[in-house]
Protein backbone atom coordinates (compact mmCIF):
# COMPACT_ATOMS: atom_id res chain seq x y z
CA UNK A 1 0.00 0.00 0.00
CA UNK A 2 1.81 2.86 -1.05
CA UNK A 3 1.08 6.48 -2.59
CA UNK A 4 1.95 5.02 -5.85
CA UNK A 5 -0.42 2.03 -5.81
CA UNK A 6 -3.23 2.68 -3.88
CA UNK A 7 -5.80 0.43 -5.10
CA UNK A 8 -6.09 -3.29 -4.21
CA UNK A 9 -7.10 -5.87 -7.50
CA UNK A 10 -11.01 -6.51 -6.75
CA UNK A 11 -10.02 -10.25 -7.28
CA UNK A 12 -7.84 -9.72 -4.29
CA UNK A 13 -10.44 -7.63 -2.00
CA UNK A 14 -12.86 -10.56 -2.92
CA UNK A 15 -10.49 -13.18 -2.07
CA UNK A 16 -9.73 -11.99 1.60
CA UNK A 17 -13.41 -10.90 2.15
CA UNK A 18 -14.71 -14.16 1.62
CA UNK A 19 -12.18 -15.86 3.76
CA UNK A 20 -12.09 -13.35 6.49
CA UNK A 21 -15.94 -13.36 6.81
CA UNK A 22 -15.21 -17.49 7.87
CA UNK A 23 -12.96 -16.60 10.33
CA UNK A 24 -15.00 -13.34 12.27
CA UNK A 25 -17.55 -15.95 13.60
CA UNK A 26 -14.60 -18.15 15.36
CA UNK A 27 -12.85 -14.96 16.14
CA UNK A 28 -11.42 -15.53 19.43
CA UNK A 29 -10.50 -19.12 18.65
CA UNK A 30 -8.41 -17.60 15.95
CA UNK A 31 -6.76 -14.85 18.42
CA UNK A 32 -5.39 -17.38 20.79
CA UNK A 33 -4.26 -19.80 18.05
CA UNK A 34 -2.65 -16.92 16.72
CA UNK A 35 -0.86 -16.36 19.86
CA UNK A 36 0.19 -19.63 20.15
CA UNK A 37 1.60 -19.60 16.45
CA UNK A 38 3.70 -16.18 17.26
CA UNK A 39 5.40 -17.37 20.09
CA UNK A 40 6.37 -20.73 18.86
CA UNK A 41 7.86 -18.38 15.86
CA UNK A 42 9.55 -16.44 18.34
CA UNK A 43 9.26 -16.30 22.18
CA UNK A 44 11.27 -13.53 22.50
CA UNK A 45 7.86 -11.72 21.33
CA UNK A 46 5.52 -12.36 24.34
CA UNK A 47 7.45 -9.66 26.96
CA UNK A 48 6.22 -7.29 24.73
CA UNK A 49 2.63 -8.48 25.02
CA UNK A 50 1.80 -6.60 28.33
CA UNK A 51 -1.88 -6.94 28.84
CA UNK A 52 -4.44 -9.62 28.99
CA UNK A 53 -3.99 -11.17 25.17
CA UNK A 54 -8.14 -11.55 25.29
CA UNK A 55 -8.77 -8.49 24.73
CA UNK A 56 -5.62 -7.68 22.99
CA UNK A 57 -6.75 -10.49 20.39
CA UNK A 58 -9.50 -9.15 20.75
CA UNK A 59 -8.41 -5.36 19.35
CA UNK A 60 -5.90 -7.15 16.76
CA UNK A 61 -9.06 -8.70 15.01
CA UNK A 62 -10.84 -5.73 14.98
CA UNK A 63 -8.15 -3.76 13.50
CA UNK A 64 -7.99 -6.28 10.80
CA UNK A 65 -11.41 -6.22 10.31
CA UNK A 66 -10.72 -2.19 9.67
CA UNK A 67 -8.28 -3.05 7.23
CA UNK A 68 -10.12 -5.54 5.44
CA UNK A 69 -13.61 -3.54 5.20
CA UNK A 70 -11.26 -0.60 4.08
CA UNK A 71 -9.90 -2.26 1.17
CA UNK A 72 -11.29 -0.22 -1.20
CA UNK A 73 -10.43 2.73 0.20
CA UNK A 74 -6.26 2.44 1.25
CA UNK A 75 -5.56 6.06 1.44
CA UNK A 76 -8.30 6.67 3.92
CA UNK A 77 -6.43 3.30 5.82
CA UNK A 78 -2.98 5.13 5.96
CA UNK A 79 -3.28 7.89 8.19
CA UNK A 80 -4.69 5.38 11.19
CA UNK A 81 -2.14 2.35 10.17
CA UNK A 82 0.63 5.21 10.68
CA UNK A 83 -0.69 6.36 14.04
CA UNK A 84 -1.52 3.04 14.75
CA UNK A 85 2.87 2.21 13.60
CA UNK A 86 4.31 4.57 15.91
CA UNK A 87 2.39 3.15 18.94
CA UNK A 88 4.11 -0.02 17.97
CA UNK A 89 7.13 1.75 18.13
CA UNK A 90 6.38 2.20 21.65
CA UNK A 91 5.72 -1.28 22.51
CA UNK A 92 9.06 -2.12 21.16
CA UNK A 93 7.98 -3.71 17.62
CA UNK A 94 11.02 -4.08 15.28
CA UNK A 95 10.58 -3.87 11.61
CA UNK A 96 11.82 -7.36 11.17
CA UNK A 97 8.87 -8.41 13.58
CA UNK A 98 6.60 -7.40 11.11
CA UNK A 99 7.38 -10.27 8.67
CA UNK A 100 6.92 -13.14 11.85
CA UNK A 101 3.83 -12.06 12.77
CA UNK A 102 2.82 -12.06 8.80
CA UNK A 103 3.56 -15.92 8.98
CA UNK A 104 1.91 -16.25 12.02
CA UNK A 105 -0.90 -14.65 10.75
CA UNK A 106 -1.21 -16.99 7.63
CA UNK A 107 -0.65 -19.97 9.68
CA UNK A 108 -3.54 -19.23 11.55
CA UNK A 109 -5.74 -18.36 8.91
CA UNK A 110 -4.76 -21.94 6.99
CA UNK A 111 -5.21 -23.37 10.30
CA UNK A 112 -8.53 -21.91 10.30
CA UNK A 113 -9.53 -22.07 6.72
CA UNK A 114 -8.48 -25.57 6.22
CA UNK A 115 -9.14 -26.59 2.20
CA UNK A 116 -10.41 -23.10 1.91
CA UNK A 117 -7.27 -21.64 2.48
CA UNK A 118 -6.15 -21.81 -1.49
CA UNK A 119 -3.06 -20.44 -2.97
CA UNK A 120 -5.37 -17.84 -4.60
CA UNK A 121 -6.51 -16.54 -0.96
CA UNK A 122 -2.91 -17.28 0.75
CA UNK A 123 -1.30 -14.83 -2.38
CA UNK A 124 -4.40 -11.85 -1.81
CA UNK A 125 -3.41 -12.76 1.91
CA UNK A 126 0.04 -12.39 1.56
CA UNK A 127 -0.29 -9.54 -0.54
CA UNK A 128 -2.64 -7.24 1.95
CA UNK A 129 -0.57 -7.63 4.75
CA UNK A 130 2.11 -6.62 2.86
CA UNK A 131 1.03 -3.64 1.77
CA UNK A 132 -0.28 -2.76 5.69
CA UNK A 133 3.08 -3.72 6.76
CA UNK A 134 4.90 -1.63 4.63
CA UNK A 135 2.91 1.44 5.61
CA UNK A 136 3.43 0.42 9.16
CA UNK A 137 6.73 -0.23 9.05
CA UNK A 138 7.88 2.82 7.34
CA UNK A 139 5.49 4.98 9.57
CA UNK A 140 7.42 3.18 12.74
CA UNK A 141 10.74 4.55 11.78
CA UNK A 142 12.07 7.12 14.40
CA UNK A 143 12.82 9.33 11.37
CA UNK A 144 9.35 9.16 9.95
CA UNK A 145 7.14 12.08 10.61
C1 LIG B 1 -0.88 -5.63 10.42
C2 LIG B 1 -0.12 -5.46 11.48
C3 LIG B 1 -0.65 -5.20 12.87
C4 LIG B 1 -1.88 -4.79 13.29
C5 LIG B 1 -3.14 -4.53 12.44
C6 LIG B 1 -1.81 -4.64 14.74
C7 LIG B 1 -2.86 -4.22 15.55
C8 LIG B 1 -2.75 -3.92 16.89
C9 LIG B 1 -3.75 -3.25 17.68
C10 LIG B 1 -5.08 -2.76 17.14
C11 LIG B 1 -3.27 -3.12 18.94
C12 LIG B 1 -4.01 -2.47 20.12
C13 LIG B 1 -3.28 -1.28 20.67
C14 LIG B 1 -3.24 -0.05 19.76
O1 LIG B 1 -4.19 0.20 19.01
O2 LIG B 1 -2.21 0.66 19.81
C15 LIG B 1 -1.95 -3.71 18.96
C16 LIG B 1 -1.12 -3.80 20.05
C17 LIG B 1 0.09 -4.43 20.07
N1 LIG B 1 0.71 -5.06 19.01
FE1 LIG B 1 0.06 -5.04 17.08
N2 LIG B 1 -0.56 -5.00 15.15
C18 LIG B 1 0.17 -5.35 14.05
C19 LIG B 1 1.48 -5.77 14.02
C20 LIG B 1 2.22 -6.06 15.16
C21 LIG B 1 3.57 -6.59 15.14
C22 LIG B 1 4.40 -6.89 13.90
C23 LIG B 1 3.94 -6.77 16.43
C24 LIG B 1 5.27 -7.36 16.88
C25 LIG B 1 5.40 -8.25 17.80
C26 LIG B 1 2.84 -6.31 17.27
C27 LIG B 1 2.84 -6.25 18.63
C28 LIG B 1 1.92 -5.57 19.41
C29 LIG B 1 2.09 -5.29 20.84
C30 LIG B 1 3.30 -5.70 21.68
C31 LIG B 1 0.95 -4.57 21.27
C32 LIG B 1 0.65 -4.04 22.67
C33 LIG B 1 0.18 -5.16 23.49
C34 LIG B 1 -0.02 -4.85 24.94
O3 LIG B 1 -0.05 -3.70 25.36
O4 LIG B 1 -0.15 -5.85 25.63
N3 LIG B 1 1.81 -5.90 16.46
N4 LIG B 1 -1.67 -4.19 17.70
Redesign the pocket.
Known sequence: MTQKEPTVNPETIQRVRQSWAQVTPIASQAAELFYANLFAADPT?RP????DLTA?GH??I???DA?VNGLDDLEALVPPLQA?AR??SG???LPA??A??GAALLLTLEQGLGPAFTQPVRAAWTEV?GR??DV?IAAGQPSAA
Open positions: LLFRSQKLQMLALRHYGVHYTVYVAM
